[in-house]
């Protein structure tokens, strides 16, 4: 589906065009055209190859889609695969946008995710210096865009990752702790993936030697680049904290079982006691100490409620109960 189809000619915009008019306005000296497309069907997307004459193979990654976050170059045009991720319910939904940049046209193909990028283009239009500088300024803006958003969902991830590190200190439901660790590790790994192979990517652009289209905007792809490492230096420093998590986790459950078989223990020696005497003047002997005292029956009961209470408070003091 095509979204918008505009030229726009030093930085201002010139018309909104059909995709058969493209050509024409492609052979307007300081024009560049900016195609946004939303998971177009094979037709849309060999017309676009035709008029703006990028890669059979980079139009064969963005009609099937599933690829790795990637910068790569062409004769004459560069093609950058970005992960789009957005957060639905506790998962995040992984999109991805193929965007194709020539020194006079810029392509963008969204698939598998809602939100668009009406907002970055507002924000070009609303900069007409910096939009003078063409196609790799448009790039360096949809490159941006993805990347800010990645910033709030490793915001809610920590937020998250805080509150089940309260629970596990709460001594709360241990075991819905080590799911919900294992979840976020899951979502960590999944932004991990979409920012990892970018920022390697990125540094096609950001170098010495850049494609044309990207001629004159080093300093900021850098800028790009400082975002993607403080994002992989949180998310690294996040799983280490998954991983302290869990084990944290599982010192306490193993902390509660050891605790739990102090009680029994103490119980068991308490129950014992009674259950020794009881079992001697069970027996069934003839000539057994005091067998036929007056006093033997509240003599034993009383040996075994001095002996119990002496017990239970030795086990209170170590705290085993």
Same mark, same amino acid.
């Given at each position: 589906m095509l979204v918008r189809c505009v030229a726009y000619q030093q930085g201002r915009m010139l018309a909104e065009i059909k995709p058969e008019e493209i050509a024409n306005y492609l052979a307007i000296p300081g024009c560049f055209v900016w195609v946004a497309l939303f998971e177009p069907d094979i037709e849309t997307l060999l017309l676009m190859q035709r008029q703006f004459g990028v890669h059979p193979l980079a139009?064969? *990654?963005? !009609?099937?889609?599933? !690829? /790795? +976050?990637? &910068? =790569? =170059?062409y004769v004459g045009s560069v093609f950058v695969v970005v992960h789009m991720i957005e957060a639905e319910g506790e998962e995040l939904r992984v999109g991805e946008v193929a965007i194709f940049a020539g020194p006079n046209f810029i392509l963008s193909v969204r698939k598998g995710a809602r939100k668009g990028f009406e907002e970055v283009r507002a924000r070009c239009e609303h900069e007409p210096d910096l939009l003078r500088r063409g196609p790799g300024y448009v790039l360096y803006a949809l490159i941006d865009a993805v990347v800010d958003r990645y910033f709030p969902l490793l915001q809610s991830i920590e937020d998250e990752l805080d509150a089940v590190e309260q629970r596990?200190? *709460?001594? &709360?439901?241990? @075991? =819905?702790?080590? !799911?919900? /660790?294992?979840?976020?590790?899951? @979502? /960590?790994?999944?932004? @991990?993936?979409?920012?990892? +192979? /970018?920022? =390697?990517?990125l540094a096609n652009l950001s170098g010495t030697r850049v494609p044309i289209v990207c001629s004159g905007m080093q300093e900021y792809f850098r800028d790009i680049s400082d975002h993607l490492h403080r994002l992989s230096q949180n998310i690294e420093s996040n799983r280490d904290t998954v991983g302290t998590a869990i084990s944290v986790n599982l010192s306490m459950i193993t902390l509660q079982e050891s605790e739990t078989t102090k009680r029994l223990a103490s119980y068991a020696a308490l129950v014992a006691i009674p259950t020794l005497i009881a079992g001697v003047y069970g027996m069934n002997f003839d000539?057994? +100490?005091?067998?036929?005292?007056?006093?033997?029956?509240?003599l034993a009961m009383g040996a075994m409620a001095i002996i119990d209470v002496l017990v239970f408070l030795k086990l209170r003091k170590a705290r085993w109960i």
């Amino acid at each position: 589906m095509l979204v918008r189809c505009v030229a726009y000619q030093q930085g201002r915009m010139l018309a909104e065009i059909k995709p058969e008019e493209i050509a024409n306005y492609l052979a307007i000296p300081g024009c560049f055209v900016w195609v946004a497309l939303f998971e177009p069907d094979i037709e849309t997307l060999l017309l676009m190859q035709r008029q703006f004459g990028v890669h059979p193979l980079a139009i064969e *990654d963005a !009609q099937h889609g599933h !690829q /790795l +976050p990637k &910068v =790569e =170059e062409y004769v004459g045009s560069v093609f950058v695969v970005v992960h789009m991720i957005e957060a639905e319910g506790e998962e995040l939904r992984v999109g991805e946008v193929a965007i194709f940049a020539g020194p006079n046209f810029i392509l963008s193909v969204r698939k598998g995710a809602r939100k668009g990028f009406e907002e970055v283009r507002a924000r070009c239009e609303h900069e007409p210096d910096l939009l003078r500088r063409g196609p790799g300024y448009v790039l360096y803006a949809l490159i941006d865009a993805v990347v800010d958003r990645y910033f709030p969902l490793l915001q809610s991830i920590e937020d998250e990752l805080d509150a089940v590190e309260q629970r596990i200190f *709460d001594n &709360v439901t241990t @075991r =819905e702790n080590i !799911q919900a /660790l294992y979840a976020i590790k899951r @979502r /960590l790994m999944i932004v @991990r993936h979409a920012v990892s +192979p /970018l920022l =390697e990517g990125l540094a096609n652009l950001s170098g010495t030697r850049v494609p044309i289209v990207c001629s004159g905007m080093q300093e900021y792809f850098r800028d790009i680049s400082d975002h993607l490492h403080r994002l992989s230096q949180n998310i690294e420093s996040n799983r280490d904290t998954v991983g302290t998590a869990i084990s944290v986790n599982l010192s306490m459950i193993t902390l509660q079982e050891s605790e739990t078989t102090k009680r029994l223990a103490s119980y068991a020696a308490l129950v014992a006691i009674p259950t020794l005497i009881a079992g001697v003047y069970g027996m069934n002997f003839d000539y057994m +100490p005091e067998l036929h005292w007056k006093y033997g029956y509240a003599l034993a009961m009383g040996a075994m409620a001095i002996i119990d209470v002496l017990v239970f408070l030795k086990l209170r003091k170590a705290r085993w109960i």
